[in-house]
């Protein structure tokens, strides 16, 4: 999983956020933070690849289990220069939200 995403500022810019963290409870030790599974799958639409790499978290100090779901688009291929966007979205309970940016 990556160390950070954005959110965006308006027009302040971004600021970063670690994903390594509890996001229920803010906690930071990476040792309580447990990948229960991690999932990565690839779907084609005309000429665009669509990535999806789901990592489901448990954090051992709260408890909560959540997943942290990364959507890039491609053109033509998956390589890091025909990357278009990589969003990242919370779920928890089943309700998705929207995070920020990678």
């Not at 491609?74 to 890091?80: D, P, S």
């Amino acid at each position: 999983m990556p160390d950070k995403a954005y959110f965006p500022l308006g027009r302040r810019g971004m600021e970063a956020f670690n994903l390594r963290e509890c996001m229920k409870c803010g906690n930071e030790n990476e040792e309580e933070l447990e990948l229960l599974d991690k999932q990565d799958v690839t779907e084609k639409e005309e000429n665009n690849l669509l990535n999806i790499k789901t990592y489901k978290v448990k954090c051992n100090k709260c408890g909560a289990t959540y997943k942290i779901i990364i959507k890039s688009l491609y053109t033509n291929e998956q390589t890091e220069e025909n990357r278009m966007v990589s969003t990242v979205h919370y779920t928890e309970n089943g309700e998705e939200q929207w995070l920020g940016v990678f």
